[in-house]
């Protein structure tokens, strides 16, 4: 079918990252503060039901991949199930998950059977004391997690690291090793100034081209592509299969390619990770609303896609937490 969502920037939105929930048992500093625990409320949640109208309607309208995310998305009970319902649905080809994989041994083969094909995980450090000091968690559950998501067959696997100057930046070449050791993807991410967190971890903000920089002189990164990449600029490292992705917001913005939306916990679609601008489809859901009638809500929703984020210009205009909007 084709893709009737275009905005008004001529960009044509075929990706929803969808967050199954706000909550999450990490706390990574520069998401969410310690000892948060504001989140939606159960009632505002979308309902598994609720979610598969929505996702089925993008379906319909030419949308072909859905990631899930959140929040912690393995925090959402019976997660599996729900992948299974959306990956059954016509037209989505694609069903991903961002995880921080902390529970990711337990579910691994469960998702893999639910029709996830490949996951993004969270891992800025392979050091536990430090990932203790990021996180607040446990690095070895989320080691574990990856190699269950390996023998599940969950492919790619690609790890997201945020570097941060004086936290992890030492560890770029660690984190290369690893991923050349286990066949992973590796995606190195510049820290971005969304809510009060983000903007404090914005002091350890380190530019990712200096970081590619000190990686040529180690390793011989040849340019090449991924398929699905998104907005990541890849690298291969030459006699490996291994990919290196920089996903650069800050210094090299790439808002012109946008393909996506994102949909909250609790049914507001949001349009940009760093405006404000969203459309709230709950109340619509919940007062009974025809499926013409959603699939127009939501066509109207994507006219309202802004041209880009103004990270650097307006650092200080996203008040809600990564986690809330769906990372
Ligand atoms: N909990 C899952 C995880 O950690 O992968 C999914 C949601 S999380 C919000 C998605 C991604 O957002 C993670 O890779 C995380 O590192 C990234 N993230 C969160 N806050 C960020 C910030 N201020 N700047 C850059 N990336 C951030
Ligand atoms: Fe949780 Fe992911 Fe945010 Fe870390 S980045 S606090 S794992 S939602």
Not at 3 to 27: A, H, K, M, P, W
Request: with cysteine.
């Amino acid at each position: 079918m084709k893709n009737q969502l275009v905005d008004n920037f001529g960009r044509s939105i075929e990706y929803v990252r969808l967050s199954v929930t706000d909550q999450c048992d990490l706390r990574c500093f520069y998401c969410m503060p310690k000892g948060f625990k504001d989140f939606e409320t159960p009632e505002h949640w979308l309902t598994f039901d609720e979610i598969e109208r929505v996702i089925r309607a993008f379906g319909e309208l030419g949308t072909r991949r859905v990631r899930l995310t959140g929040g912690e998305p393995l925090v959402r009970k019976q997660l599996p199930e729900l992948a299974e319902r959306l990956s059954a649905l016509p037209g989505i080809e694609d069903l991903s998950l961002s995880t921080n994989a902390v529970r990711l041994a337990k579910h691994a083969q469960a998702l893999k059977t639910g029709g996830v094909s490949r996951i993004n995980v969270s891992l800025d450090t392979l050091k536990p004391e430090r990932f203790k000091e990021i996180t607040s968690g446990k690095l070895e559950k989320v080691i574990d997690g990856l190699m269950a998501a390996k023998a599940a067959g969950l492919s790619p696997i690609k790890i997201n690291m945020v570097v941060m100057k004086g936290v992890n930046d030492d560890e770029v070449e660690d984190m290369v090793e690893f991923c050349i050791e286990h066949g992973f993807t590796l995606r190195f991410i510049e820290t971005m100034p969304v809510g009060d967190t983000g903007r404090n971890a914005s002091d350890q903000y380190v530019d990712l081209q200096t970081v590619k920089a000190r990686l040529q002189q180690r390793f011989d990164l040849v340019p090449g592509v991924m398929p699905g990449g998104g907005p990541a600029r890849y690298c291969q490292v030459a006699g490996t299969d291994v990919k290196i992705g920089f996903i650069t917001p800050i210094s090299q913005h790439f808002c012109e390619t946008c393909n996506r939306v994102r949909l909250s916990v609790d049914g507001t679609l949001y349009m940009c990770l760093g405006q404000e601008h969203n459309f709230e489809l709950r109340p619509l859901l919940r007062a009974g609303i025809s499926d013409e009638e959603l699939k127009d809500a939501i066509r109207h929703a994507i006219t309202l896609k802004p041209h880009k984020h103004e990270f650097k210009e307006k650092p200080d205009q996203v008040i809600r937490f990564m986690s809330m909007t769906g990372g």
